[in-house]
């Protein structure tokens, strides 16, 4: 006694400096009379005493706040029985109902002690200090507890276990609570507290199934908080069963827990419930619960009816709060409704919560809203007249700024957020920059980004390291994200692997994307329709048919195959393979579920692997059935294919289509029109699509460039090019610079490298690679090894053109040693690497190299040999002479005769007069190409040479009884096209 009177003397100061922050934050009479009122085991003459008079007449009020407890059943039968029940439920349990358990009469309340003033002034002190979060004060209030004896007062446990927890020592309140034998309902609420407030929300499940097993009851602040944890980390059927006990125990009076239950339903995507539950408040409906309402709407994916209650509500005289508005606004952002937003954006003004220096969130609002409207001004004025501004404003400021393509504008942004506002970016803020790095392959600022993350040591953060990840893959740095992903072994979550995947099949390593699809597959990881999409396109070619038929399998077993996204990439990945048949046949198995979505995979697919015919008649069927209307990327795809086909016809009757289906003034389908009324020679119809075209963009002016150059007519294109009046792009300057090399003309050239330089784009591989290509043909091999050397990456692009331009040059030889220092620079070649390569071999009769190089490349270098690259052999053979050779080699392409190495020898027996094998291999190409006239010209041609004229006048008026026409010769003089 002695030690406890000297302990509270020391204690006496600081109580008095502390007294009149006690006194502001609680009353300590009313403190141990809601102690006594809930304290479990009180005689009601122990209550009388310890309640004072004033809080007597209170005594329903802490009833309602405190809330009903529930008995205990008396047999163990009943107790078993009532454990069973609720503990099968909650551990994920189908069953759909929960016992009905009875009220008592009267709360259990914790039993009072006689106790001096200094004890219920510690208690004070206690309580107050509980939601300071001092690391240091914890322990102490432990070690006073325990000497003055009030550890087995259960208040002071439970504000000893909050005082842990606030403090981020949840190990030690963990501890306290397992050691108090009597626990009651107010002790296992601090702790479920305790645990929602460390993210332990499975744990805290868990200990609210025991305490339904236990003596303790529950009351309706039990299930607000363990309505929290459900949303976190349950599931639909324990929120459910959660709803029944509030129900039977007539806990639903309470409106804070209906809010919750309606934010519940929300989270778990069962809108009609959390209706039901709303409308069933009734009277009781308050501002909370209206915009729970709302922002479940908003969460479902529902902004119409979001906008149907926010007007109701309006309806009703109903104005609605900060909360409200900015789900409202959100809604409209969704719909992208203008003119409801403006409404909106009117009412906020009028009711004073534009500009409100407390809450920002309406101000936020209307700036996300007027950024998905594409008024990004609009979105400005708003940001620039906030009276504060946070975190989130200038987060949403940026985005916005980032989605409507302002990029420069989001990074000044970001650095006056910094540098102005003196406000540190967050997580969010790195994710739209890195997004912007990405989309924009931004690589220098993508790699500050970087080490903006590892200076604030948040390279623990998987979302931050995944997003840098993309970022480095967009901006074909794969070995640097397949590097951060190695660093990521013990953090890696199912998005890390679906962005290492699709980095690899995106960048052409589809074996490793596979491997690493596989190794995913081993570690046991979760694999989601995300990750079927990220690995299928990886099997683009015959070769990896039997991984996709696996893949295929796989999602068929798995039940994955309802997924329309799933079933449009197994089409899609079965016409890369070649396979169309397996693919039509799949798309109408599931005969009545074909959207546009479908029917553009089916399209789209057959148009980029050649097949153009194919794509039309899908086109035609999907108009034939009518199961699904066609869009404008439909209208691109199959324009697309009319003009790969030269169908001047069906393209003009799809333009008529068009117009009649309003989607005429569409950026996409009029470039799409001009491109194939140039590829069909329709320059002038080109031309007025393009002078009449309607909100035209730098690809319009491209596209328009690419048919001069398409059709001979460099002179349109660079008389174009000096009307443009826009910022130039690497496609840009290559159709110049491809202008230039048609017109043979060198000073033009030069000019346009010089602007080049002047622009800051001499360093693009792409254009680089062009202006090789334009040199070499202008005699400058000089000059083009120059522009090669210059550049600092070169792309197998680049080295492509250098090789050809060594072979168009007749040296061979250092064709192939720059092929050797390609590999040597690990630098993958690709069929354009081989057709060079073999080229070169063949202009300067490196026979021997150049078999050998054809008959290695699928076997060394994973490139499957296609028609150009038997050209090049055939080409070969003939400039020796082996004729007979090259035949025999054309022979092993039974029964898949191409034309291109027939035509090829054909030219060779014209040049060395073997009439008889021309004449055989002519016959074999008027079967395969019967309206090319080149072929019938040439055979005529050594019919002439030879003698033989009455077969060649014979052939003449095949010719002229097919109609078939020779496209007429011209050449360039200075530029001017003579015919």
């Known amino acids: 006694m002695v030690g406890v009177r000297s302990s509270i003397k020391k204690l006496i100061p600081f109580l008095v400096l502390s007294g009149r922050r006690i006194g502001e934050i609680t009353e300590i009479k009313e403190a141990v009379a809601v102690a006594a009122l809930v304290t479990k085991q009180a005689s009601s003459a122990l209550y009388a005493e310890t309640l004072p008079p004033y809080f007597s007449c209170q005594k329903n009020r802490y009833a309602r706040n405190v809330g009903r407890t529930f008995p205990d059943y008396g047999s163990p ?39 001096s003033t200094h004890f219920d002034r510690v208690f004070s002190l206690i309580r107050v200090s509980t939601g300071q979060g001092d690391l240091t004060f914890p322990s102490t209030a432990h070690c006073l507890g325990l000497k003055i004896g009030a550890l087995h007062h259960l208040p002071v446990l439970t504000s000893i276990i909050m005082t842990y927890s606030r403090a981020g020592q949840l190990y030690h309140s963990r501890k306290i609570f397992n050691e108090i034998s009597g626990k009651d309902v107010i002790i296992y609420n601090a702790m479920i507290t305790s645990l929602l407030d460390h993210s332990c929300f499975e744990e805290a ?19 607000l908080v363990i309505v929290s944890a459900i949303i976190r980390s349950g599931t639909l059927v324990q929120g459910r069963i959660l709803h029944g006990l509030a129900f039977t125990s007539g806990a639903l009076s309470d409106s804070s827990l209906c809010n919750s239950l309606i934010d519940m339903y929300a989270k778990f ?104 409207c594409g008024e990004s001004w609009a979105a400005e004025v708003i940001f620039m007249e906030m009276m504060i501004k946070d975190k989130i404003s200038w987060n949403t400021v940026i985005e916005g700024l980032r989605l409507n393509g302002e990029i420069g504008e989001a990074f000044h942004r970001l650095y006056e ?5 003196h406000i540190r970016p967050d997580k969010m803020t790195i994710l739209t920059t890195a997004s912007m790095c990405a989309d924009e392959m931004i690589l220098l600022k993508g790699r500050a980004t970087h080490g903006f993350i590892l200076r604030g040591g948040m390279e623990a953060d998987s979302s931050l390291m995944n997003i840098l990840i993309y970022m480095y893959a967009k901006c074909d740095r794969v070995e640097k994200a397949h590097f951060l992903f190695e660093q990521m072994i013990p953090r890696r979550d199912p998005v890390s692997w679906n962005t290492m995947i699709s980095a690899f099949t995106q960048s052409g390593a589809n074996k ?3 491997s690493l699809f596989r190794e995913m597959l081993r570690d046991s990881l979760e694999c989601s329709s995300a990750t079927l999409l990220a690995v299928l396109p990886s099997c683009d070619s015959l070769q990896f048919l039997l991984f996709g038929k696996l893949i295929h399998s796989w999602i068929t077993k798995s039940g994955l195959l309802s997924d329309n996204l799933v079933l449009n990439s197994i089409i899609f990945m079965y016409i890369n393979c070649g396979k169309l048949k397996t693919a039509f046949s799949l798309f109408h198995r599931d005969s009545g579920k074909e959207d546009v979505t479908s029917w553009n995979t089916i399209i789209g697919g057959c148009l980029q692997n050649g097949y153009s015919r194919q794509a039309l008649d899908a086109f035609l069927l999907m108009l034939r059935e ?52 140039g590829k069909c020679g329709e320059i002038e119809s080109a031309r007025s699509v393009f002078s009449s075209g309607y909100n035209l963009n730098l690809c319009s002016w491209n596209c328009m460039i690419s048919i001069f150059c398409m059709n001979k007519n460099p002179i349109e294109a660079l008389n174009l090019f000096c009307h443009l009046d826009l910022e130039p792009d690497e496609f840009t300057i290559t159709g110049i610079v491809t202008a230039c090399t048609q017109l043979g003309s060198i000073r033009h050239g030069k000019q346009v490298h010089a602007y080049l330089h002047r622009i800051r784009l001499h360093n693009n591989s792409v254009i680089c690679s062009a202006l090789i290509d334009m040199y070499s043909n202008c005699g400058r091999l000089d000059l083009a090894d120059h522009v090669f050397q210059e ?23 250092k064709a192939l040693e720059l092929f050797q220092q390609m590999c040597h620079h690990s630098t993958h070649p690709n069929k354009g690497t081989f057709t060079s390569l073999l080229s070169a071999c063949s202009q300067s009769g490196l026979v021997t190299e150049g078999l050998h190089y054809f008959y290695h490349m699928f076997r060394e270098f994973g490139v499957e040999p296609d028609a150009e690259h038997r050209v090049c052999v055939v080409d070969m053979l003939g400039r020796l002479g082996e004729l007979q050779e090259a035949y025999r080699f054309i022979m092993q392409m039974k029964p898949h005769m191409e034309s291109g190495p027939l035509g090829a020898l054909l030219t060779w027996c014209n040049f060395h007069r073997n009439i008889d094998l021309g004449r055989e291999v002519a016959e074999v190409l008027f079967k395969l190409d019967p309206g090319n006239p080149g072929y019938y010209i040439s055979l005529s041609n050594m019919y002439v040479a030879a003698g033989r004229w009455k077969e060649a006048v014979d052939l003449r008026e095949m010719v002229e009884a097919k109609k078939l026409r020779k496209p007429p010769g011209y050449s360039l003089i200075n530029g001017v096209s003579i015919s």
């Open 205 to 223: 499940i868990d200990l609210f199934s025991k305490m339904l097993s236990c003596q303790a009851g529950f009351n309706s602040t039990s299930l």
């Open 77 to 115: 039968r009943s107790k078993l029985f009532q454990f069973l029940t609720v503990k099968k439920f909650f551990s994920g349990s189908s069953a759909r109902k929960a016992t009905a358990y009875q009220l008592f009469e009267e709360m259990p309340h914790r039993a009072p002690s006689s106790r």
């Open 791 to 813: 550049l600092p990456t070169r792309s197998v692009v680049a080295w492509n053109s250098m090789i050809a331009a060594y072979g168009y040059h007749n040296n061979g030889k």
């Open 512 to 514: 490793t994307a596979q």
């Open 269 to 372: 995507s069962d809108i009609i419930s959390a209706e039901l539950v709303f409308h069933e408040m009734g009277s009781c409906r308050e501002t909370v619960s209206w915009n729970s309402m709302l922002s479940g709407f908003l969460y479902g994916n529902d902004p119409e009816m979001c906008l149907l209650y926010f007007l109701k509500r309006a309806r009703d005289g109903e104005k609605g709060d900060s909360v409200s508005l900015s789900c409202a606004l959100s809604a409209t952002s969704s719909l992208r409704e203008l003119r409801l937003g403006l409404a909106l954006h009117a009412l906020s003004c009028k009711i004073g919560l534009e500009n409100s220096p407390s809450n920002n969130s309406v101000g936020n609002s209307l700036i996300c809203f007027y950024s998905a």
């Open 626 to 677: 009518g199961n699904a209307s066609f869009d404008f990327i439909t209208i691109v795809s199959v324009l697309s294919a009319c003009g790969n086909l030269e169908l001047l016809s069906e393209g003009m009757l799809i333009h008529g289509l068009t117009v009649k289906a309003l989607l005429g003034m569409e950026t996409r389908v009029q470039n799409a029109l001009m491109t194939m009324y």
């Open 417 to 421: 957020m910094q540098f102005v506002a």
